[in-house]
């Protein structure tokens, strides 16, 4: 097994030496569109062939929004206006069977502000596919049973820093968001091909008013964590040491 993984490490490297970066650019006087994504993501076939089909049917909906807002424009002498896509995707952590990825969405279509939103994908290099997070779990629920608790206490801990004291009358923007409306990735703090953090992200307006942003909430891996994880994929993870 030792042998495999070495094997399969090298192998990867290998494929991520080879590929780059992409950056697909489109400027306009109706519209500033990019969508970008790292070597690790160009270095499967898979999933740098959804992420030029996503970016070609992104842009293509984008510029129509463009165009359309552009004679919203001129009817509003707001002349010069120009909207925005930005799609940008990372990598927060990569083994030699999985792939974390996190992205960040701007885009501005005219209104008072831009907007911004987060996510985060798991891809499977052996099934050469996206899989859920849930799945590396034995049993449904326990990854929520295991951190929930931390990341709402984590959470209201950067609330209270943000807000200084300050109680919000928005029964939403006080509560822990669902885990489904986040976007959570392991996370390699330490670049040694374990995940060792799990990184929550809320997105504006999920966790509080767009004026404070996003919201991100990263939680060491404990052993009890990586004891509920499938055996197929627990030596992905390592402790984090305090």
């Not at 109706?30 to 499967?44: D, V």
């Given at each position: 097994?030792?042998?495999?993984?070495?094997?399969?490490?090298?192998?990867?490297?290998?494929?991520?030496?080879?590929?780059?970066?992409?950056?697909?650019?489109?400027?306009?006087?109706?519209?500033?569109?990019?969508?970008?994504?790292?070597?690790?993501?160009?270095?499967?076939p898979a999933l740098e062939k959804r992420f030029r089909v996503e970016a070609a049917k992104a842009y293509k909906d984008a510029l129509s929004i463009a165009l359309e807002n552009q004679k919203i424009y001129r009817e509003q002498k707001r002349d010069g206006v120009q909207d925005f896509?930005?799609?940008?995707?990372?990598?927060?952590?990569?083994?030699?069977?999985?792939?974390?990825?996190?992205?960040?969405?701007?885009?501005?279509?005219?209104?008072?502000?831009?907007?911004?939103?987060?996510?985060?994908?798991?891809?499977?290099?052996?099934a050469r596919r996206e899989i859920a997070w849930s799945s590396l779990f034995r049993q449904p629920g326990s990854f929520a049973a295991l951190t929930r608790t931390a990341y709402c206490r984590g959470l209201d801990k950067e609330r209270a820093k943000r807000r200084q004291g300050e109680k919000l009358d928005l029964p939403d923007f006080n509560a822990c968001p669902k885990f489904s409306d986040l976007a959570i990735a392991p996370v390699?703090?330490?670049?040694?091909?374990?995940?060792?953090?799990?990184?929550?992200?809320a997105s504006p307006y999920t966790a509080g008013p767009y004026a404070e942003g996003a919201y991100n909430v990263t939680l060491p891996v404990t052993s009890q964590l990586i004891a509920a994880i499938k055996p197929e994929f627990r030596t992905a993870f390592a402790r984090q040491r305090q």
């Open positions: 097994m030792k042998r495999w993984a070495i094997l399969i490490a090298a192998a990867v490297c290998s494929g991520v030496a080879s590929a780059a970066p992409v950056k697909i650019q489109h400027d306009s006087k109706a519209l500033q569109f990019s969508y970008s994504w790292p070597a690790e993501a160009a270095a499967a896509y930005s799609m940008a995707w990372s990598t927060a952590g990569q083994t030699p069977r999985l792939l974390s990825l996190q992205n960040e969405l701007s885009t501005f279509t005219g209104g008072a502000h831009p907007n911004t939103g987060y996510n985060a994908l798991l891809w499977d290099r052996r390699d703090s330490n670049n040694d091909g374990r995940f060792d953090a799990i990184q929550y992200v």
